[in-house]
C-alpha cells in the first residue's frame, strides 16, 4: 500500500491541473513511464505491467476529476 501512495501521490500532482481526458491520459502514460524509471524497484515490486498499470492511473484520474466536479 505504501508504494501506491508514492505513485498515486506523484501522479496526482502531475496531473491536477488536466481536465481533459486525452491530457489525463497522455500525462497519465508518462507519469507511468516515470515513475517506472526513477523508482524501478517500487515499480517492480507492484508487479504490474505497464498496460495494468496505465490503467490503474486512469481510474485514479477519473476519481480525481469526479471529486473536483
Given at each position: 500500500?505504501?508504494?501506491?501512495?508514492?505513485?498515486?501521490?506523484?501522479?496526482?500532482?502531475?496531473?491536477?491541473?488536466?481536465?481533459?481526458?486525452?491530457?489525463?491520459?497522455?500525462?497519465?502514460?508518462?507519469?507511468?513511464?516515470?515513475?517506472?524509471?526513477?523508482?524501478?524497484?517500487?515499480?517492480?515490486?507492484?508487479?504490474?505491467?505497464?498496460?495494468?498499470?496505465?490503467?490503474?492511473?486512469?481510474?485514479?484520474?477519473?476519481?480525481?476529476?469526479s471529486k473536483s466536479a
Amino acid at each position: 500500500m505504501a508504494i501506491w501512495r508514492i505513485y498515486l501521490t506523484d501522479s496526482q500532482q502531475k496531473m491536477k491541473s488536466i481536465t481533459e481526458p486525452q491530457g489525463l491520459l497522455r500525462e497519465g502514460t508518462q507519469a507511468t513511464r516515470n515513475f517506472a524509471r526513477s523508482h524501478s524497484a517500487l515499480y517492480k515490486v507492484m508487479g504490474l505491467k505497464p498496460r495494468a498499470f496505465s490503467a490503474a492511473l486512469f481510474n485514479c484520474a477519473i476519481l480525481t476529476l469526479s471529486k473536483s466536479a
